[in-house]
C-alpha cells in the first residue's frame, strides 16, 4: 500500500525547541481516516493535554469527508492518542515541569494503511531564539546556494 500522506506542523519547529518524540496511534472515526487519505487535515494550533491518565490531542483539524452523511465527524473534535503505559507516564513527569508541553509534530499513514502522530515533548521558545533559529536557516541555505 503506498501512502504519501505526510502532514508537517511547521509552526511547531519556529515556535518551540523539540526534545523528546514519540509516535502515538490515534483513535479516529472512519470519515476522519477517510479525510486524512485525502490529506485534509492540519497540526496548527493544536496541543496535547492528559485527561486523567489518558493523552488527546486537541484543536487538530480535520475536515469533514465530502461523501459522509450524517455520521459525519466534527472538525476540532479532541481524539484519544495511543500509547504505553510507560509513555504515558515518561510524558506526564515531562510536562509537570515548568515550561513543557507536548506538542503533534507529524502526521502520517504508516505501512500498514493506519493513522500516526508523531509528538513532542517541547519547550517554548523566546523572540530571540526564534531570531537566531532563523538566521541559522538562512546561512544554511546561502552556503548550499553558493555550492552549486
Known sequence: MDNHIKIKNRKA???????????AGIQLM????????????????????????????FNMHIAEYKYGTHYNHEPKRERKLLLTKRELKRLST???????AIIPTF??????????L????????????KRESLKTKDTKRDLERREF
Do not use: P, W
Request: aromatic share 18%; charged share 35%.
Open 107 to 116: 502526521l502520517f499513514i504508516n505501512e500498514k494503511g493506519l493513522a500516526k
Open 13 to 23: 519547529f519556529y515556535e518551540y525547541f523539540l526534545f523528546e518524540k514519540f509516535v
Open 94 to 100: 515531562k510536562v509537570k515541569e515548568k515550561g513543557f
Open 30 to 57: 472512519g470519515t476522519e481516516i477517510k479525510s486524512i487519505r485525502h490529506g485534509k487535515a492540519s497540526l496548527v494550533d493544536s496541543y496535547c493535554n492528559f485527561k486523567e491518565d489518558e493523552l488527546f490531542v
Open 118 to 129: 508523531e509528538i513532542a515533548v517541547a519547550k517554548g521558545k523566546k523572540l530571540y531564539d
